[in-house]
C-alpha cells in the first residue's frame, strides 16, 4: 500500500512532456550565460571608450570628448574644437562618462561618437596657471624677528598641433623677501637690524624638439638681495634639457647649459662670469593632497675652480580646493661672495598659496 502511494506521488510530480519542452530554453540560457558575461567584459571597455568623457581638471577645468588613446603619462581625446589634444594624466583630477546618455538612433559606435552630451558644453582648456603665495614668519624671545615672503608664479604650457604630446612652455616665477630683527640694546631700547630683503624674478621658456624626450630652454633672471650686498644681479643663458622620467606620480627632468651672471655689489665691486649650468628638477606627487618639488643648479665658473650653486625644495599639502599650505627652503653658495658675507644662505619658509 505505501509503496502503491509513493509511485503515485512520483507520476503526479513528474513533468510532463509538453512541459520539459518549454523548460529546455532556460536550459539552454544558463548554458550561455559564460558566453554572454564575456562578451559584456571585452565589450564593455569598447564602449566607454566610444562615448563621451568628461576630465576634470586640477584647476577647476572640464573637457568633455572622446578618448583616442592613453598610457601611463597622457591621455589623448578629441573634441568640438581640436583633433588631438594631449593632457597629462598629474594633471587629470578625476574623470566620469557624460551624465546624459547620447541620443543616438543605434547602439553602433559610429553614434556614440558623434552624439554630444547636452549637460556638459566642451571648454578649451586655459593652458596657463597661477599661483599666489604668502607668508609670515614670526620669533619671538632675546630676539624677536618677523620675515614676510611672497611668491608669484605663472606658467603656461601649449600642445604642439602636429604633435599633442610634446608642447611649448613659459614659467614666470617673481618672490620678494623681507623681514627685522629687535634685539634688546643699552638704556632698555630695542634695535632693529634688516634680516631679510630681497626680490628675484625668473623667467623660462623651453619646448620640446623632435619626437623624442629632448627640450631647448632659455633661462633670464633679474632681482637684488642687500643682505648679501648684491645692489642688482642679471643671468641669462641657453640649454638643452631631457625629459628623464615622466611617470603619473613622479616626473625628472636633467639640463645642461650656459649662464652668464654679472652683480653689482655694496663693496663697490662689479663681476661678470661664464659660468657652466647642471641641473636638475623633479615633481613627486605623493598622493592627491600632498606633493614636493625640488631643484638643483651647480654653476661652475668657465675659468677657474670658483662656483656657484642653488637648491630649492617644497612640500605642499592640500588645505581646501585650490587651498595648500607650503613649507619651503632656499639654500644659496658662492665661493666667492661681497666682502664680509658668508658663503652659504639658508631660508626656510611657510606660506599659504592660492591656484588659479
Keep these: 500500500m505505501i509503496k502503491a502511494t509513493i509511485a503515485k506521488i512520483m507520476r503526479v510530480n513528474q513533468p510532463s512532456p509538453k512541459a520539459a519542452r518549454q523548460d529546455r530554453p532556460l536550459s539552454l540560457s544558463w548554458q550561455m550565460l559564460p558566453s554572454l558575461v564575456l562578451a559584456l567584459i571585452f565589450a564593455g571597455p569598447a564602449a566607454m571608450r566610444a562615448g563621451i568623457t568628461v576630465l576634470h581638471l586640477n584647476n577647476g577645468d572640464r573637457i568633455a570628448g572622446n578618448i583616442v588613446s592613453e598610457d601611463t603619462n597622457r591621455v589623448l581625446i578629441t573634441t568640438s574644437w581640436i583633433k588631438e589634444l594631449s593632457i597629462p594624466v598629474t594633471e587629470i583630477q578625476r574623470r566620469e562618462p557624460s551624465a546624459t546618455p547620447p541620443a543616438a538612433t543605434g547602439s553602433s559606435a559610429s553614434s556614440l561618437i558623434t552624439a554630444k552630451p547636452a549637460n556638459v558644453s566642451p571648454a578649451k582648456p586655459k593652458g596657463w596657471k597661477i599661483e599666489a603665495r604668502a607668508g609670515a614668519d614670526f620669533l619671538s624671545g632675546p630676539k624677536n624677528q618677523q620675515i614676510y615672503s611672497g611668491r608669484l608664479k605663472y606658467s603656461y604650457m601649449q600642445p604642439y598641433a602636429s604633435h599633442p604630446a610634446q608642447s611649448f612652455r613659459n614659467v614666470l616665477d617673481y618672490a620678494v623677501d623681507y623681514g627685522q630683527t629687535q634685539t634688546a640694546a643699552s638704556g632698555g631700547k630695542n634695535a632693529t637690524v634688516l634680516s631679510a630683503n630681497r626680490m628675484y624674478a625668473s623667467d623660462k621658456t623651453d619646448f620640446d624638439v623632435g619626437k623624442g624626450r629632448w627640450f631647448v630652454y632659455d633661462l633670464a633672471g633679474v632681482g637684488y638681495d642687500e643682505i648679501r650686498k648684491i645692489n642688482f644681479q642679471y643671468a641669462i643663458g641657453p640649454g638643452l634639457g631631457y625629459h628623464l622620467i615622466t611617470r603619473p606620480d613622479f616626473i625628472l627632468n636633467g639640463e645642461l647649459g650656459l649662464d652668464y651672471q654679472e652683480q653689482h655689489r655694496a663693496d663697490n665691486t662689479t663681476t661678470r662670469n661664464l659660468f657652466f649650468r ?58 666667492q661672495p661681497a666682502q664680509s658675507v658668508t658663503r652659504n644662505d639658508l631660508q626656510v619658509h611657510t606660506s599659504v598659496g592660492v591656484t588659479f
Design 278 to 335: 647642471i641641473s636638475e628638477d623633479s615633481t613627486w606627487k605623493i598622493n592627491p593632497g600632498v606633493s614636493f618639488t625640488e631643484r638643483f643648479e651647480f654653476l661652475p665658473r668657465a675659468d677657474s675652480t670658483d662656483f656657484r650653486a642653488r637648491a630649492e625644495a617644497t612640500l605642499s599639502y592640500a588645505l581646501w580646493r585650490n587651498v595648500s599650505l607650503h613649507l619651503s627652503m632656499l639654500d644659496l653658495y658662492d665661493t
